[in-house]
């Protein structure tokens, strides 16, 4: 029977080579660590990027959807309509003693929302009204806070860089208003006398070349409407008030005292009126032109322009060839 040896025990290992043992296991343990930090890392690398992709294909979808909703499509869903309008260019546009909005643009729009109300197959559309000056309107519809304006507003090429425009609905010339006692007659007599305007509108870019032209200098200041103007007038701040001229009437007939005032004679512009609309809408642009055309083509403009110019008043051939031309048959 073979006996076994025991086996001499194990000798300890010296200090250098356990060191080296525990450090190896020490970087293979910092190695493992990581790795698994890298490895987290790209995770999350690869989650940030996957939510930047996703946010971005979220802000093309709502970019697209935006750029496909026009202003009938927010109409309809809202079933209310913005229109911005002025309270004081009577009779175009003003605001009656009870606070209705009122005049002969007004009137037009109201056609304008009964057509679109129709076409959205609505059974009611709210109108919301939004008051303001000239450039206080043209940008309530740049900038979306109005569906469309219904005023006395110029249609020029300087206000298409910021909206479109409905067909033309009146044609007017530029006046000048001033006290009947005063001796004023034409521009020339205004030389350096205080005359109101307000600022931004076609009236002062057109008034103000025609002075150059003519050598006339004179103080331009700045007012906030045609019945700022007039009150600044009859209070003897101002000299004059330079204006559409209709507008101007309209404000001397709201005083009663129309022998006290009189229209210099200064036809320094033509001002072509349409309703400002949001730029590139074709189709809301569409149904605003439409409702106008059903207004001139069945006579009601005659009505409208009676109702608010007088009875016995009629339309210029220019302004009865351009209820003609765009009189269109749908």
Not at 158 to 183: C, H, P, T, W, Y
Not at 256 to 276: L, R
Request: one cysteine or more.
């Amino acid at each position: 029977m073979t006996e076994l040896t025991a086996l001499p025990p194990a000798s300890p290992l010296p200090a250098s080579s356990l060191d080296a043992v525990l450090g190896v296991r020490l970087r293979l343990r910092q190695v493992q660590s990581a790795a698994e930090e890298g490895q987290q890392n790209r995770s999350r690398r690869l989650q940030s990027m996957w939510r930047l992709i996703a946010a971005a294909l979220i802000l093309f979808t709502c970019r697209t959807a935006c750029a496909d909703t026009g202003a009938l499509d927010r109409i309809k869903a809202a079933e209310a309509i913005r229109i911005a309008y002025s309270p004081t260019a009577y009779p175009i546009s003003f605001k009656d003693a009870q606070g209705v909005p009122r005049g002969y643009s007004v009137d037009l729009c109201r056609h304008i929302v009964t057509a679109v109300q129709a076409s959205l197959g609505l059974d009611a559309l709210e109108i919301a009204w939004i008051e303001g000056n000239t450039p206080r309107r043209v940008a309530a519809v740049a900038n979306g806070e109005a569906d469309i304006e219904c005023g006395t507003t110029t249609m020029s090429l300087a206000r298409q860089r910021q909206v479109d425009f409905s067909n033309i609905v009146f044609v007017e010339s530029g006046g000048i208003l001033v006290k009947s006692d005063r001796g004023l007659r034409g521009l020339d007599d205004l030389a350096g006398r205080k005359v109101g305007v307000v600022p931004e509108t076609t009236t002062e870019r057109r008034l103000r070349p025609a002075l150059i032209e003519r050598g006339i200098e004179l103080e331009l200041v700045p007012i906030r409407d045609a019945q700022d103007g007039r009150e600044r007038l009859l209070a003897d701040e101002l000299d004059a008030v330079a204006g559409d001229r209709l507008v101007l009437v309209g404000q001397v007939a709201e005083t009663g005292k129309a022998e006290a005032f009189a229209i210099v004679d200064a036809y320094f512009s033509v001002e072509p009126y349409a309703f400002a609309l949001p730029r590139n809408d074709a189709d809301f642009r569409l149904e605003v032109n439409r409702g106008l055309a059903e207004v001139y083509r069945s006579g009601e403009i005659d009505q409208i322009f009676q109702r608010w110019f007088g009875e016995d008043s009629a339309p210029t051939r220019l302004l009865e060839t351009i209820y003609f031309i765009y009189g269109f048959v749908d």
